[in-house]
């Protein structure tokens, strides 16, 4: 594909040097549906970011986009607060009878404001209320989102230097495999909980992503999430799963600790709650957490009722019935298999292949390989970015309604664009 560059002046004079993604993708994107995106000059990309995972049912869904013309055109509640809406109520008895209730989960919903680190903010406040401790624990490579208190839980250091001031009360603690598998699971972080002169604050929760996907694509397995629940049960501290990239189908079930039979203390949902790409977070506890006073964590955007529309209508689509949950599963086996032909072509480049369900990483040895990658792949006509703590892995993050033959396309390209860079 031959790209012209765009007259790019406005964003470069105008909007702030923070912009990052339109650096990598240097074109000026105009429509998008299903799986793909179109530029102002006509160029066509397949999309695998998928909104960084917050369009799971593809851009412009038909069934989410029906729903939403029609709540708009009857003059439907657009800004609410926490108002009692019919489509605030649609929404939470979807949520509760689909997705909830078949789980054995009985969960609050609360709505803390749109966005992720919204979600993750209010989760740390409640574990430190409920709890009367201030300290968090988190694990290396996390990223739990930009505000001050995800950053404190945080482990990437660029993103952390940018508070400005000093994060405090969080604790990292080793991953998943972060040691090699040459140590036990929890052995440090529970001899420094039963050590009374370890200094470890005692924590008021602990908060996990269970595939770190800003962190690199790293996968913690079932086991050492049943190990990692039970040790927080053992020491009084609330389990926080952070599902705002990983849940809502991403990984094959709604939420992602399914496959592990774990039930999280508290749950953090952002992204493709919201179905059609609109801004809602959910933060979710166990009934007995639900210790709030009226206002005491609020936003102005909390009450998102157009998100609730098209969010209620994803469920009813997608959630009835295990059909997705088996596609994305299948789809997931057919990437990693594509991605390991990639990977056993080029040995001596790839360092490994990670992933589940259709979020997978490709890790090369030379590190800035996998940026040089990613502009190929946009040449080529494929967007795909890249994670990790020096963005060595290529990141594939494809909606899950995505066709088996547009799945194919894509990984012809980057495997294209692998064999032309290195």
Not at 226 to 246: F, G, K, T, W
Request: glycine share 10%.
């Amino acid at each position: 594909m031959t790209i012209t560059p765009p007259d790019l002046s406005v964003f470069e004079t105008v909007e702030s040097e923070v912009r990052s993604y339109c650096r990598g993708w240097p074109t000026v994107f105009d429509r998008a549906q299903g799986a793909h995106m179109h530029d102002e000059d006509g160029h066509t990309y397949l999309d695998f970011f998928a909104g960084a995972g917050t369009l799971n049912y593809g851009h412009n869904n038909p069934v989410l986009k029906r729903a939403l013309i029609d709540y708009i055109e009857r003059d439907g509640v657009t800004h609410g607060l926490d108002m009692s809406t019919a489509a605030k109520r649609a929404f939470l008895e979807t949520f509760s009878e689909t997705i909830l209730k078949p789980r054995g989960l009985n969960h609050k919903v609360m709505f803390p404001g749109p966005t992720g680190t919204n979600a993750v903010e209010a989760a740390l406040k409640l574990a430190r209320k409920v709890k009367g401790r201030e300290s968090i624990v988190s694990f290396t490579n996390a990223f739990h989102g930009m505000s001050l208190g995800s950053l404190a839980v945080t482990g990437n250091a660029f993103k952390r230097a940018g508070a400005g001031i000093p994060l405090v009360h969080g604790t990292p603690m080793p991953f998943d495999s972060y040691l090699d598998g040459e140590y036990p699971d929890f052995m440090w972080f529970e001899r420094l909980l039963e050590d009374s002169g370890s200094g470890l604050n005692k924590p008021a929760a602990v908060i996990v992503e269970t595939v770190q996907g800003e962190g690199g694509i790293n996968v913690a397995n079932a086991h050492w999430l049943r190990a990692l629940s039970d040790l927080c049960e053992r020491h009084d501290m609330l389990l926080i799963v952070d599902d705002i990239q990983m849940g809502c189908g991403r990984t094959g079930g709604f939420f992602s600790f399914e496959e592990a039979g774990i039930k999280p203390d508290i749950i953090t949902l952002s992204k493709s709650i919201g179905g059609y790409g609109l801004p809602l977070a959910l933060t979710l506890f166990k009934p007995e957490l639900d210790i709030w006073e009226p206002g005491e964590h609020n936003g102005t955007f909390r009450g998102n009722n157009p998100a609730f529309v098209t969010a209620t209508a994803a469920i009813e689509t997608y959630w009835n019935d295990a059909q997705l949950e088996k596609q994305t599963l299948a789809r997931g086996e057919h990437v990693e298999m594509a991605l390991k032909a990639i990977a056993e072509e080029h040995r001596d480049a790839v360092a490994d292949v990670r992933g589940r369900g259709l979020v997978w990483g490709m890790e090369f040895h030379d590190k800035p390989k996998a940026n040089l990658i990613a502009k190929r792949a946009f040449e080529l006509g494929l967007l795909i970015e890249t994670s990790g703590p020096e963005s060595e892995v290529v990141k594939l993050l494809p909606s899950l309604t995505i066709t088996s033959e547009e799945l194919d396309e894509g990984l012809r390209i980057l495997a294209r664009a692998v064999r032309e860079t290195v």
